[in-house]
Each structure stands twice: as C-alpha cells, then as structure tokens.
C-alpha cells in the first residue's frame, strides 16, 4: 500500500510503506508494560530514565550486570540506532556498542555522512544477557518501555534497527529481518529502517552489500526530498 510519500534518488527508488495497523507500534497500550518503567511520570527527562534503568530489577538480568546500558546521543539526532542489548565491553563500561560489533557500527556510520556522536546509540534491553545470549520474550517486555520513553523524548529523525531482536520488538512482528529490510516504515510517526547486526555482518561477510543497500536507503531519508 502506497502512502503517496515516494522518493527517488539517484541510485534509489522507494516508496514507504504503511504497514498493518497491527503491526505499527502506535498507542503505548499496543505495547509490553513494565511496572517498574510505567511508574514514573510521562516527563521524565532522559537522565531520569538512565536513573531509573540503574535501579531497574523488573527482569532476572539485573542479577548478571556489571552497569546498566542506557544508551547515549544528544537530542533530536539524524539517526537513532537501535542494537539488541549490551554485550562484554558494554557491561563493563556502562556504554553502548563499544565492543567489537560497536567498532564495526563506527566505519558504517561515516558512510551515511555522519559522525558517531551525531547519533544516538541504544539498545532494546539495557542489561547483559548471560553469554550473549538473546534476550528473551519477558526480558523485552519488561525492558521495552524504557525504549519507548528514550525514542520519545530523543526524538531522532530516524530510527535504525540492527539486526532482528530490535526489528521485530520495535514493529512487532515476528517477521524475519530478510523480509522486514530494505523498506521504510513508521514508528509513531518516525521513519524506521531495519538492518542486519553488525555481528551478524561480522561472521557472515555476504550480508555486507544488503547492509550498504540498508544503508543507503537510511541516507537517502536524511536527504532533503527532490521537489
Ligand atoms: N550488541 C548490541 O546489540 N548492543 C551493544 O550495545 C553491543 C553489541
């Protein structure tokens, strides 16, 4: 379905989708609610909810942690990426994406003409999972509404989700990334772009020219549109 909202640039034509009403991510009450991150006040700025996540204990991964991840960036950035949670260097700097697949973010960056501290850097659980695991299903939830307050008060121009767990959480679904990439779509209002982990990308080097591809079209969103 068409939007009427068709770009075309040089080397890329799209045309953002809207996507099932089911599958947007519009009203709050759509999304998993924790009791410990709904109990603080709509206004809460973004060190108040890095306060909160310090203090969090609404799921089991708080008993593994070294230092919470609330993520970083300024205000109102180009681009708000989105990672799937905190890994080794993370949960021992308290930082995200700063280990080896943060190292890789950092050379995709520049290729969109922007600067690591253009962005803004979160992840969709705030906590370490043990071993790296994925998070699971009721750690999401229960981390998800911090995500949520994060996106809202940052603002971003764009959001871009790295790899699947932050895809499927932010719209939703339970697509996989191959089918979710390559299309524009809606997160309240901001567009939202889906690529591949840079870990993933890291192990499995054929993913790279769908990344740049991804990565295109994240760009082409920053671009003022053709009249
Ligand atoms: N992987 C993620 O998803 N997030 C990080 O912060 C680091 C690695």
Redesign the pocket.
Do not use: R, T
């Given at each position: 379905m068409s939007t009427g909202f068709s770009r075309k640039r040089a080397d890329i034509t799209f045309t953002q989708r809207v996507i099932p009403a089911a599958h947007v991510v519009g009203a709050s009450a759509a999304l998993p609610t924790s009791k410990a991150a709904d109990a603080t006040d709509a206004n809460d700025d973004l060190a108040a909810v890095a306060k909160q996540i310090a203090s969090c204990v609404a799921c089991g991964l708080c008993a593994g942690r070294k230092m919470t991840?609330p993520g970083e960036g300024g205000m109102n950035p180009p681009v708000m990426f989105v990672?799937?949670?905190?890994?080794e260097e993370?949960d021992r700097t308290g930082r995200?994406?700063v280990?080896a697949?943060?190292q890789y973010l950092d050379k995709w960056i520049p290729s969109i003409g922007l600067k690591r501290t253009d962005c803004f850097i979160a992840?969709v659980v705030k906590c370490r999972p043990p071993q790296n695991r994925e998070p699971r299903p009721e750690e999401i939830a229960a981390c998800l509404p911090y995500l949520v307050k994060q996106i809202r008060q940052v603002r971003p121009r764009t959001i871009c989700c790295?790899?699947r767990i932050a895809a499927q959480t932010l719209l939703q679904t339970t697509s996989s990334l191959g089918a979710l990439r390559g299309k524009v779509y809606s997160w309240q209002g901001i567009p939202l772009v889906v690529t591949y982990?840079p870990?993933a990308v890291l192990r499995e080097t054929e993913l790279r020219k769908p990344v740049w591809e991804d990565l295109k079209l994240l760009k082409s969103l920053l671009e003022p549109a053709e009249s």
């Open positions: 991840v990672g799937e949670g905190p890994g993370e995200p994406f280990g697949a943060g992840n790295l790899g982990h870990s």
